[in-house]
């Protein structure tokens, strides 16, 4: 049973920082792109980053050089940093597995809530 498990969201001023985290179970860690989505209130989930099992990242023209995808393989877990907050940020955030194979995602974590005040 694959699992992913967010931490780390919170209420942040505009201009600070906060890290999500997210813990994975099973083998999925080792073999998989992990990375993260998040959805605002009212519009469609939308990519933010994803790193490879070789480290190599990517990311959202709108988080670019803001937010840091990285991995921890002796923890299974990824994190997201997130620096220069802006309210446009708000959002529930999601840790992602992606499929091997074909393209999709495999397995999603419940969400955890960024809040971002002016």
């Known amino acids: 049973q694959v699992q992913l498990v967010e931490s780390g969201g919170g209420l942040v001023q505009a201009g600070g920082s906060l890290r999500l985290s997210c813990a994975a179970s099973?083998?999925?860690?080792?073999?998989?792109?992990m990375g993260w989505y998040r959805q605002a209130p009212g519009k469609l989930r939308e990519f933010v980053a994803a790193?490879?099992?070789?480290?190599?990242?990517s990311y959202a023209d709108s988080v670019k050089g803001r937010f840091t995808i990285s991995r921890d393989n002796s923890k299974n877990t990824v994190y997201l940093q997130m620096n220069s907050l802006k309210p446009e940020d708000t959002a529930v955030y999601y840790c992602?597995?992606?499929?091997?194979?074909?393209?999709?995602?495999?397995?999603w974590g419940q969400g955890t809530q960024v809040t971002v005040s002016s």
């Open positions: 992602a597995a992606f499929r091997t194979t074909i393209a999709g995602i495999a397995y």
């Open positions: 099973g083998s999925i860690f080792s073999t998989n792109r």
């Open positions: 790193i490879t099992t070789g480290d190599s990242t």
